[in-house]
Structure formats: structure tokens, C-alpha cells
């Protein structure tokens, strides 16, 4: 007898509330079992992450969807963070913002993001792009054991 596995645990960093209802759409039509968790800014996302108050009891996040254009903490500082903590580098970070400028992109992978992707303009190719981030890390490849 095989059992299910645990549901992936998604954080998504995202200050946008349309965006964040479209991600959270195009990731409940998905396959795989996932729980997205949401914050609004830089300073929640790393709360979170630490687990400090409101978020003592928060799930560890198998993967973290990062805007870069956050209140608080800008998304950069937030990656470097993330990546700089030996209890969270672990986590894939899948950047996901607006800026398609090149030294974005470069500092982002630079502080070791797991890929950059660009909001494509139109509700379609949003979902879509959405749509294949869900399918790629929430039913594809091996991620790291949570705690």
C-alpha cells in the first residue's frame, strides 16, 4: 500500500492582490497536493520564514514564489536573506516580478535564486506562466525534505 505524499508547502511573497488571487487560482486547478501561505511584504516574508510572531506555528515552506517590488524589504534583500541562512538556503526560491531589467536578473541569480521569471502582461499568458511553475516544482522535480 503506497500512501500520498504530503502536500508541498508554497510561500508566495506578493504584494499585489490581483496577482496573488490569479497565483493562488492557476495553483488550485493544479495537480499535486500544495498549500500556499501568503505574505504581502518583505518584512512578513522573513517573519514567516523565521517563524516570529504572527507566525510561530507556520509551516516550512517547500518553495517560495518572490516578487522583488515589495513593501518594507525589497525582494533582493529578502533572497539574500533567505539564501545566507543555513537553515532556509535549501529552499527553492522561484523569483517571480514585473522587471525584465537585466541587473535584476543577474544580482537574482547571484544570490543563488533557482530561476527568474518575468510576469507576462495578459491573463493568459500570466496563468500560463503560473501554470508551468506549479507543474515544474510542485510535480516534477525532487524537492528538499522539510523539517
Not at 502536500?7 to 500556499?36: M, S, T, W
Not at 514585473?98 to 530561476?115: F, G
Not at 508551468?132 to 516534477?140: A, E, M
Request: negative net charge; proline residues 7%; contains cysteine.
Amino acid at each position: 500500500m503506497t500512501t500520498s505524499p504530503r502536500p508541498v508547502e508554497v510561500l508566495v511573497v506578493e504584494d499585489n492582490p490581483g496577482d496573488v488571487r490569479l497565483i493562488a487560482e492557476a495553483f488550485k486547478n493544479g495537480n499535486g497536493a500544495h498549500r500556499l501561505s501568503v505574505v504581502r511584504d518583505g518584512v512578513e516574508a522573513l517573519a514567516f520564514l523565521h517563524r516570529q510572531s504572527p507566525y510561530r506555528d507556520a509551516p516550512r515552506p517547500d518553495l517560495i514564489v518572490l516578487d522583488l517590488d515589495l513593501p518594507k524589504k525589497h525582494g533582493l534583500e529578502v533572497l539574500r536573506e533567505i539564501k545566507g541562512d543555513a537553515q532556509l538556503r535549501c529552499i527553492p526560491v522561484v523569483v517571480l516580478t514585473t522587471s525584465a531589467q537585466e541587473e535584476d536578473i543577474r544580482k537574482s541569480y547571484e544570490l543563488n535564486a533557482n530561476c527568474y521569471v518575468t510576469k507576462r502582461s495578459g491573463l493568459d499568458q500570466f496563468m500560463a506562466t503560473v501554470r508551468s511553475i506549479r507543474d515544474f516544482w510542485c510535480t516534477v522535480v525532487n524537492l528538499p525534505p522539510g523539517d
